[in-house]
């Protein structure tokens, strides 16, 4: 069959109406519209959801469900091994597990899907041929009444999951698979991105007959010349150039409801991204909170905390989270707030931008009863570089505040307070000068620099101490409250400030929009190894 496709197709398959400038100038032109389009479009139109109807919903089915919602318009529900139930109450059996599915399915998108009770293989797989499938017509029909003509898109870059590979004597190497993105034709150009070659189509069958060409959705095989099958049994096949491998990426973070662990930064998770899963550790990042004090940017200025509509940017600086937050306002009962994720992989993964992104927990035991599956988005951006975390990476700007207490030491005057124990002795105290600090009795003051050489340092009181009697002297209260944000005006008494580092090569000093007052910023990378962390 394919030598037949190859004597007769192949001269009317170079497409002669096109020179080669032609040709080229069209495949720019598919490549950049595609661009414009979201890649990695979902081709599964319907899916049928096995279950058990003795077990019920197990941990996989549940899974699967979850899967179907993120992928997937619409669902037929299949309860097979019927043929277990006893006969007399057969009926009852399927009318109950039929109820508690459609209960289980009122809050998906599936609500209301068909439900259908078969038995597939009457005895199990130990059963005589001769034993005929129950309900097995009325599903086929049922499939029947469910499908429709679904909406393709030729245009963008091809996108090919290819499932099987192997060669025919004299032909060459046929790759048989489902394409999700694109179209392709005979003579075109594509890339095999794993092994990083690139093959010319020979020619292209659907269901054993020949094709000049295929589009989205279309299950075909496709025959290349002068490459080995035993090297690609699974995996993709792409317009050359189209995929990208990546060493880390940025994706938006939404957690599944059912997953009832926590999402930690530094954690690792099973990354399921584009054909691929693989182990990456993940840190969490977001918008500052309602109300905290956010350290001020060089560029605009930042938008409202908590929006559902916020895209992801490196002009915008983000509030580094210990883990990802769940719910807003009282009693955090409303949606979870806008949140990102940087995933470092173990390994490098090939994948299309704005692909689909699950994070999973699949070393949790099936048994448990648990979903594993933990969190889903969107990947937004790449890191292509394998030194990205001394490149790229540094223009994600995330920073956190960092609390640092001391004591007041003594008040030497009406305008000046020595401070310990808030700096190691080899600290270099230039960096704090101006930091903003505010005492117990409501002065603000300023730290003006060391004093001594033991880490010591000086704080001048902007205004006369009120703290101070007649006499000119401190007058010390009894009871002392602690304070947050501030340094105690008395001896003896914990004095504190907040450090906001943010992520950028070198330390400087900033003014604040709101305050005008200076705060000190730490700058660091954001590699794994060196996120803000207390």
Request: some cysteine; charged content about 25%; glycine content about 8%.
């Amino acid at each position: 069959m394919w030598g037949e496709h190859r004597k007769e197709r192949e001269p009317n398959g170079r497409r002669e109406k096109r020179g080669p400038q032609e040709r080229e100038t069209a495949k720019v032109r598919k490549r950049k519209e595609g661009k414009e389009r979201q890649p990695s479009a979902q081709i599964i139109d319907l899916m049928m959801l096995v279950v058990d109807v003795v077990k019920g919903v197990q941990t996989q089915t549940a899974e699967c469900l979850l899967i179907g919602e993120l992928t997937c318009p619409r669902m037929v529900v299949v309860l097979n091994k019927i043929d277990l139930l006893p006969a007399n109450k057969r009926q009852s059996a399927i009318e109950k597990m039929t109820k508690r599915l459609h209960k289980t399915l009122e809050s998906t998108r599936f609500k209301d899907c068909p439900v259908i009770a078969v038995a597939a293989k009457p005895g199990g797989p130990e059963a005589a041929e001769t034993e005929e499938p129950q309900g097995v017509p009325d599903l086929i029909e049922l499939l029947k009444t469910q499908t429709y003509l679904p909406q393709r898109d030729p245009g963008g870059d091809l996108l090919m999951a290819v499932d099987h590979c192997f060669s025919i004597r004299g032909q060459g190497t046929v790759m048989t698979g489902t394409i999700l993105q694109g179209s392709l034709a005979i003579n075109d150009t594509v890339e095999i991105p794993a092994l990083k070659v690139t093959k010319k189509v020979k020619s292209v069958q659907m269901f054993r007959k020949p094709v000049s060409g295929a589009m989205q959705g279309d299950r075909v095989g496709v025959c290349v010349t002068q490459f080995d099958p035993k090297l690609l049994e699974r995996g993709v096949v792409c317009t050359p150039g189209s995929l990208r491998t990546l060493y880390a990426a940025v994706i938006s973070v939404r957690k599944i409801g059912y997953f009832k662990g926590s999402l930690s930064t530094r954690a690792k998770f099973h990354i399921t991204v584009g054909h691929e899963t693989v182990m990456a550790r993940v840190a969490f990042f977001g918008l500052p909170p309602v109300g905290a004090s956010e350290p001020p940017s060089d560029t605009k200025a930042p938008p409202e905390a908590c929006s559902l509509e916020t895209r992801f940017t490196f002009d915008r600086e983000y509030f580094y989270q210990d883990q990802y937050l769940t719910g807003q306002g009282e009693a955090n009962s409303g949606p979870d707030p806008e949140q990102w994720a940087l995933l470092e992989f173990e390994r490098p993964v090939t994948c299309p931008s704005l692909c689909l992104v699950i994070g999973s927990k699949l070393d949790t035991d099936i048994h448990a009863n648990a979903c594993r599956l933990a969190f889903q988005g969107c990947l937004l951006q790449g890191f292509e570089d394998k030194g990205y975390a001394e490149t790229t990476l540094l223009r994600l700007r995330i920073y956190k505040t960092k609390h640092k207490e001391g004591q007041v030491e003594r008040v030497t005057d009406d305008y000046t307070v020595i401070g310990r124990n808030l700096f190691k002795k080899e600290t270099n105290l230039q960096l704090f000068v101006g930091l903003k600090v505010t005492l117990s009795t409501g002065e603000t003051g300023v730290i003006e620099g060391g004093f001594g050489q033991s880490g010591k340092f000086k704080i001048r009181i902007q205004g006369r101490f009120s703290g101070c009697g007649k006499s000119g002297r401190p007058d010390i209260p009894k009871h002392i409250p602690r304070i947050p944000l501030g340094i105690a005006c008395i001896p003896g008494e914990v004095c504190s400030v907040f450090i906001l580092p943010s992520v950028a090569p070198n330390p400087r000093l900033h003014t604040g929009r709101e305050e005008k007052t200076k705060t000190f910023r730490k700058r660091t990378s954001p590699t794994s190894s060196s996120l803000p962390h207390t």
